[in-house]
């Protein structure tokens, strides 16, 4: 183990150990807001978020929507690969940025706009990821790693514990998940993500500050789901990672 990697394991823990602790009181409090907000919102926004997110999952796991560049010479190094990764984030948290910050201009309709070419620019940074790890995103069984990705970076504090225990070891669960992935949780999927997002986008549909707002929770937004790809394929990493599960 090099410094880098040694450097990037000791990250990799400390995220592990802030991810497992127990919800805060701020936590809590903040879904029980959720949960009164998404009484006040319109049952047809409901349905729409709902569709475009169940489309989005189907185009993940059986469309060829999402496409990458090559995957990076498997020579490079580790530091050398970050730092592409890296990049791309930076790239897309500018692209995000300026997206919402015009939707978020254009008020409540192009707001809602906005929604779903969000989650396109973040699949296509996910993919971009996981294709300069080293992982082919033809495989399904990798396009359903970056769902998971996509679940821990978006869902509540026991949400986001449920799914990280599900990654552990997860090359170890390739060779016995099925060929199909027909039956993938889409329900808890979009649930989980749309009430994380709500409260980080629902003053984008405000007048005036509506363009401010949208850039910067894009921004951040993208940023965090970054993050978490990083350390999601760090956990894959045998040079840089135990795979255990680190409780609080």
């Known amino acids: 183990m090099n410094n880098y990697e040694q450097q990037i394991g000791y990250e990799l823990d400390f995220w592990k150990m802030e991810l497992m602790k127990k919800p805060s009181m701020l936590g809590n409090l903040a879904t029980k807001v959720q949960t009164k907000i998404n009484s006040y919102i319109p049952t047809k926004v409901h349905k729409a978020i709902t569709a475009t997110i169940k489309q989005m999952v189907k185009a993940v796991l059986f469309g060829s929507t999402y496409t990458t560049s090559a995957m990076p010479d498997k020579s490079i190094s580790l530091l050398h690969r970050e730092a592409l990764v890296k990049a791309k984030i930076d790239s897309y948290s500018k692209t995000g940025a300026a997206e919402g910050g015009i939707t978020g201009a254009g008020g409540f309709l192009m707001s809602m706009a906005d929604f779903p070419i969000l989650i396109g620019i973040k699949m296509k940074m996910l993919f971009e990821i996981a294709a300069l790890y080293g992982y082919d995103v033809k495989d399904y069984r990798e396009r359903l790693y970056i769902l998971h990705i ?9 949400g986001t514990q449920n799914v990280f225990k599900q990654m552990q ?19 808890t999927f979009q649930q989980e993500y749309r009430d994380y997002i709500d409260l980080a986008k629902l003053a984008q549909l405000l007048p005036v500050v509506g363009a401010a707002v949208g850039a910067v929770a894009n921004y951040q937004l993208i940023k965090k789901l970054g993050k978490t790809a990083m350390m999601a394929y760090r956990m894959r990493d045998k040079s840089i990672s135990n795979d255990r599960i680190l409780s609080d």
């Open 169 to 187: 070891n997860w090359d170890q669960k390739l060779i016995v998940l099925p060929e199909s992935a027909e039956n993938f949780d889409w329900q």
């Open 150 to 158: 996509f679940q821990l970076a978006f869902s509540s504090k026991t």
